[in-house]
């Protein structure tokens, strides 16, 4: 147990001390007088209860009310308080200088919003009394955990943070107390600093060695510790072993954490990997994805293939050049294979038929089990929207699915942001301050209040470790020009069909979301 109390008496009586010593080795009458400090005796039940250690969740707040008794028939208003924290391992910086204290409270309570990074702390209670300067130090061990999530970036006024919301839906087995939203996490680990410009996140975990949150931007990104949200590197060129010719990132897929092996970066329209079940692999990427040995300029959207039930690709891309095709990535990611069939619902590798058609594609995600959902607009047909399902999940037996006319679809013609369920085939889609839900076949419905704002991010949640709600719940972000707010909806995964809709405010203009686990 790491509590000690020290006590520091008045050294002002020292030299008396000495002198009546001295009288007394010659003439010990065994008359004398002490002075009694006035002191305190302090406990807090909950450290005393978890034999000198508790932790809190970063960012949050910490009250604590210490059992303090005072000696001598002193009161309360005769001591200063000061609550302090340490590291347990303080780090050196440049200079070699340590980490030093923190005060954090001069009051006998202590209400602190948790404002330093996650990590192991000590923390301490001094007691000193103002006249006699007798002081009662009471240490104990405090450690600050991670916030796991859902992780949403915003900005307000050009200037962006990290906020996380928390229920036990979204992590498992989490508290009441732990409930509600964490705001300012970035800032709060990086002595306020903000964040700007970011285009997208995502979140990587390769067996809690490389475990980074990354804010992409237009040419680069900021990249994290995950643990601390604590800024580790703004240097892109980090990322190539050959550096690309432009800096220019669209989109990042790390595998599920757990499996873990494969990482996909888009860059200027060229795919680089990292396969991390290769011996001494490294955070580093090698040269862009080729086709045949030619270099290739893909669509900017990666959609995953899950790694399980045997399946023997990882993602499909999108060729845009020529007649257009979708190409995958087998277990190995050596190389982007055309899919073997040629016929069925359409054509894979011929996706604009020879010139009949223009296809540009505007969203690519998984769909129901592993299988792919592509959005079209046809340039040749004023923009006429189409989607086309295809199951590439096995090299030995790609299939193409369905193709269907989504120009029917409400406010379609104003769609920008697409989402399809992993577990049943239900797409939503947003038009300006709305949010449809569509079963494949079927009618949308709106599922928006409609007092929302314009909508400016759109996920389904995902989750390694908690199958009841993963796929099943859909995080919308709104702004109305002042506020922000996100939305979480659980829906049933195979209509569509909501079944709560709760609401969280308080953010500026949400840029993107992620689970954090």
């Not at 305190?40 to 009310?65: C, F, M, Q, W």
């Not at 996140?201 to 643990?227: C, P, Q, T």
């Not at 873990?260 to 396969?275: A, D, P, Q, T, V």
């Not at 040995?293 to 790694?307: L, Q, R, S, Y």
Request: with cysteine.
């Amino acid at each position: 147990m790491n509590i000690f109390m020290k006590k520091i008496f008045n050294t002002s009586y020292i030299p008396l001390v000495l002198v009546f010593l001295f009288v007394a080795c010659f003439d010990d009458k065994g008359n004398y007088d002490y002075t009694d400090l006035k002191d305190a005796v302090i406990d807090i039940p909950e450290v005393t209860a978890n034999n000198g250690k508790i932790s809190r969740d970063g960012y949050t707040e910490l009250t604590l009310t210490p059992d303090i008794k005072f000696n001598m028939g002193a009161k309360a208003e005769e001591f200063d308080f000061e609550w302090s924290i340490f590291p347990q391992s303080p780090k050196a910086d440049e200079d070699d200088k340590y980490e030093s204290k923190k005060v954090i409270g001069n009051e006998q309570n202590l209400s602190w919003t948790i404002d330093v990074a996650p990590g192991d702390y000590y923390l301490v209670l001094r007691v000193t009394h103002k006249v006699t300067k007798a002081v009662t130090d009471y240490k104990f061990e405090f450690a600050i955990n991670t916030i796991t999530g859902w992780v949403v970036y915003d900005e307000k006024n050009g200037e962006g943070d990290l906020h996380v919301i928390r229920d036990s839906e979204i992590v498992p087995d989490l508290s009441e107390e732990q409930t509600g939203v964490v705001y300012n996490c970035f800032s709060g680990s990086n002595d306020g600093k903000k964040l700007s410009g970011g285009k997208f996140l995502s979140w990587r975990n390769m067996d809690n060695s490389y475990d980074h949150i990354f804010v992409w931007k237009e040419d680069g990104f900021v990249k994290l510790e995950a643990k601390t949200y604590e800024v580790v590197s703004e240097d892109y060129s980090t990322m190539f072993y050959t550096q690309p010719s432009v800096y220019a990132p669209m989109c990042h897929y790390y595998e599920n954490p757990a499996y873990g092996r494969m990482e996909f970066l888009m860059n200027n329209n060229e795919l680089y990997i990292i396969k991390w079940n290769t011996m001494e692999q490294t955070e580093k990427y090698s040269m862009p994805l080729s086709v045949f040995g030619m270099a290739t300029k893909f669509a900017p959207f990666i959609a995953p293939v899950p790694a399980s039930g045997g399946n023997t690709n990882r993602a499909v891309l999108y060729d845009p050049s020529g007649n257009g095709g979708f190409r995958t990535i087998a277990n190995n990611g050596s190389s982007a294979n055309y899919p073997s069939v040629t016929g069925g619902v359409y054509n894979p590798l011929n996706m604009n038929e020879s010139g009949a058609l223009k296809l540009n594609l505007i969203a690519m995600e998984q769909g129901r089990d592993g299988t792919t959902c592509a959005v079209f607009r046809n340039e040749k047909d004023n923009n006429h929207p189409w989607l086309y399902t295809a199951d590439f999940r096995l090299a030995a037996s790609p299939l193409t699915l369905a193709k269907y006319d989504l120009a029917n679809l409400e406010n379609i013609d104003k769609a920008k942001l697409f989402v399809f369920g992993n577990r049943g085939d239900v797409m939503f889609y947003s038009a300006d301050n709305q949010v449809y839900a569509w079963t494949f076949g079927g009618a949308p419905k709106a599922i928006l209040p409609s007092e929302s704002g314009n909508v400016t991010a759109m996920k389904l949640y995902t989750h390694s470790n908690n199958e009841e709600y993963t796929g099943r719940i859909l995080f919308v972000a709104t702004y109305d020009g002042n506020e922000g707010k996100v939305y979480k909806i659980t829906f049933n995964e195979l209509n569509g069909a909501i079944v709560n809709t709760q609401e969280f405010k308080g953010f500026g203009k949400v840029i993107d979301m992620i689970i954090k686990e």
